[in-house]
């Protein structure tokens, strides 16, 4: 089987579309907020906010409170990193 199959097939297991595992392997790079998460992958604020909200009912984010109560940091969990890392190794090997 090619790697891409392999990949889709790991998507559709997980119920993860592209623009949600763009905004996961952006949100690893570090804690980042809604809103860079939204620059960074092109996509608008609401899009950004449907696709997190997505990401933490799978649990492979949460979202934390900040000083300003406007602006939330997702932080990628063990679960998600684990799911990077298997598509890492499906792309990679």
């Keep these: 089987m090619n790697k891409l199959k392999l990949v889709f097939l790991s998507l559709s297991a997980e119920k993860v579309n592209s623009t949600a595992v763009?905004?996961?392997?952006?949100a690893a790079e570090g804690t980042m907020s809604l809103k860079e998460i939204s620059d960074i992958c092109g996509i608008t604020a609401a899009a950004t906010t449907?696709?997190?909200?997505?990401?933490?009912e799978k649990g492979f984010v949460t979202k934390a409170l900040t000083n300003d109560r406007r602006?939330?940091?997702?932080?990628?969990t063990e679960k998600g990193r684990e799911f990077i890392r298997r598509l890492e190794?499906?792309?990679y090997a």
């Design 50 to 56: 449907g696709t997190i909200d997505s990401l933490v």
């Design 22 to 26: 763009a905004a996961l392997m952006v």
């Design 71 to 76: 602006v939330r940091k997702v932080i990628v």
């Design 89 to 91: 190794d499906i792309a």
